[in-house]
């Protein structure tokens, strides 16, 4: 079997020119192959880019566009594919969106193995620990706290979490929206649910972050993410030492090396590499073991299509301690009508497919429907 096209599609529902909210655009790979076995994968980055870098040509030994790479290829021989990938684009890679777009093709990749050998592909990793996954509910707060804790509310109705996360928008702006925003919630959802913010690395300093974080304890919190700047290693370890509440991160970094010296370095209690980032399933299956070494929980980032939540829950599913994962509450039509077998939270879990590959069905019309040119 040979790999004969890889194709981006780069989607987003707001018009060029105008704010795109996390959610409301994805980038999609598909990997083809002389058997007419199809592979899915996704890259939570910004789709032009990754377009370039995959279409664009070798300027050099290790300066290669990742199709060309690819063409002619067993796309069954992952780990290899892999780091040819990797090596032959050291100058403009190692790192951010070069591994971005590796993370989305070596998911495709995934996802053609179990179809050609007909398994799902958490039997590839492994095999199964669990049939259904824990999740919690995640959103953007509003700038009205009575509608941010409308939204909690009702994500706790309608979906059964007894986990919640929210992060983005204003949050992380102001000491006062911060504290408003998190007594709305708590109030709203009662003391038996529990709540977690994203900061999103809005707290500048380590000062502000203790600061906010000493007002914000008295809500209960299950942990607080991203506080500072993500190559800010000496904060979080400063306010992990000072503060009772958990401290998470690591969305924005990539490869085991460089999530292992986070770990080491920042002593977070829980870690948070996305699939679609960290260098896919392959990746992430590492970080899992180094995670283990550090004593770390590991919890991905997941705010994207049916493809990322189909990947993650794969990955967790053959994970001996994935029991829990972050779902989406959003109404962008990407993540509704991608993939029309996504994943759907019933009673605050997730249920493992037992379909062979990642088990997507991908739309391409929506694809194609919200693609963009620029």
Same mark, same amino acid.
């Given at each position: 079997?040979?790999?004969?096209?890889?194709?981006?599609?780069? #989607?987003?529902?707001?018009? $060029?020119?105008?704010?795109?909210?996390?959610?409301?655009?994805?980038?999609?790979?598909?990997? @083809?192959?002389?058997?007419?076995?199809?592979?899915?994968?996704?890259?939570?980055?910004?789709?032009?880019?990754?377009? @370039?870098?995959?279409?664009?040509?070798?300027?050099?030994? $290790?300066?290669?566009?990742?199709?060309?790479?690819?063409?002619?290829?067993?796309?069954?021989?992952?780990?290899?594919?892999?780091?040819?990938?990797?090596?032959? @684009? !050291?100058?403009?890679?190692? =790192?951010?969106?070069?591994?971005?777009?590796?993370?989305?093709?070596?998911?495709?990749?995934?996802?053609?193995?179990?179809?050609?050998?007909?398994?799902?592909?958490?039997?590839?990793?492994?095999?199964?620990?669990?049939?259904?996954?824990?999740?919690?509910?995640?959103?953007?707060?509003? =700038?009205?706290?009575?509608? +941010?804790?409308?939204?909690?509310?009702?994500?706790?109705?309608?979906?059964?979490?007894?986990?919640?996360?929210?992060?983005?928008?204003?949050?992380? #702006?102001?000491?006062?929206?911060?504290?408003?925003?998190?007594?709305?919630?708590?109030?709203?959802?009662?003391?038996?649910?529990?709540?977690? $913010?994203?900061?999103?690395?809005?707290?500048?300093?380590?000062?502000?972050?203790?600061?906010?974080?000493?007002?914000?304890?008295?809500?209960? !919190?299950?942990?607080?993410?991203?506080?500072?700047?993500?190559?800010?290693?000496?904060?979080?370890?400063? !306010?992990?030492?000072?503060?009772?509440?958990?401290?998470?991160?690591?969305?924005?970094?990539?490869?085991?090396?460089?999530?292992?010296?986070?770990?080491?370095? +920042?002593?977070?209690?829980?870690?948070?590499? =996305?699939?679609?980032?960290?260098?896919?399933? +392959?990746?992430?299956?590492?970080?899992?073991?180094?995670?283990?070494?550090?004593?770390?929980?590991?919890?991905?980032?997941?705010?994207? +299509?049916?493809?990322?939540?189909?990947?993650?829950?794969?990955?967790?599913?053959?994970?001996?301690?994935?029991?829990?994962?972050?779902?989406?509450?959003?109404?962008?039509?990407?993540?509704?009508?991608?993939?029309?077998?996504?994943?759907?939270?019933?009673?605050?879990?997730?249920?493992?497919?037992?379909?062979?590959?990642?088990?997507?069905?991908?739309?391409?019309?929506?694809?194609?429907?919200?693609?963009?040119?620029?």
């Amino acid at each position: 079997m040979k790999i004969t096209n890889v194709e981006v599609f780069k #989607t987003r529902v707001a018009p $060029i020119g105008e704010f795109c909210a996390w959610g409301w655009s994805s980038t999609n790979i598909k990997i @083809t192959t002389d058997e007419g076995i199809v592979g899915w994968g996704e890259a939570d980055s910004n789709g032009a880019l990754i377009e @370039t870098l995959v279409n664009m040509p070798n300027s050099n030994f $290790i300066s290669y566009g990742l199709k060309e790479l690819l063409i002619g290829e067993n796309p069954l021989d992952i780990e290899r594919l892999w780091y040819k990938m990797y090596y032959k @684009t !050291l100058h403009h890679g190692r =790192d951010a969106a070069a591994i971005h777009a590796i993370s989305a093709i070596d998911i495709a990749l995934w996802d053609i193995a179990g179809k050609y050998y007909n398994v799902p592909v958490y039997q590839l990793l492994g095999g199964k620990y669990r049939n259904y996954i824990d999740a919690y509910g995640t959103f953007v707060p509003s =700038d009205d706290h009575e509608e +941010t804790a409308e939204i909690a509310k009702n994500a706790v109705k309608d979906g059964g979490y007894k986990l919640l996360k929210y992060g983005g928008g204003s949050f992380g #702006t102001s000491e006062k929206f911060d504290v408003d925003s998190a007594k709305a919630v708590r109030e709203a959802v009662g003391d038996d649910i529990g709540i977690a $913010i994203d900061v999103c690395k809005q707290w500048k300093s380590y000062s502000t972050a203790l600061s906010r974080a000493r007002k914000l304890e008295q809500f209960n !919190l299950e942990w607080i993410e991203e506080p500072v700047a993500p190559g800010d290693y000496d904060s979080y370890r400063r !306010l992990g030492d000072k503060i009772q509440i958990k401290i998470s991160g690591g969305e924005a970094i990539t490869t085991v090396q460089e999530v292992a010296k986070f770990m080491k370095e +920042t002593r977070v209690d829980i870690v948070q590499p =996305d699939v679609t980032n960290c260098g896919g399933i +392959t990746e992430i299956k590492k970080i899992e073991m180094i995670a283990k070494l550090y004593g770390c929980k590991l919890i991905p980032h997941g705010f994207g +299509t049916g493809i990322l939540f189909a990947a993650t829950i794969h990955s967790l599913a053959s994970s001996e301690y994935g029991d829990l994962m972050e779902y989406s509450i959003s109404e962008s039509p990407l993540f509704k009508y991608v993939d029309r077998k996504r994943a759907i939270a019933v009673d605050g879990r997730i249920e493992v497919p037992d379909r062979v590959g990642l088990g997507v069905d991908i739309d391409e019309d929506v694809l194609k429907e919200y693609s963009y040119t620029y």
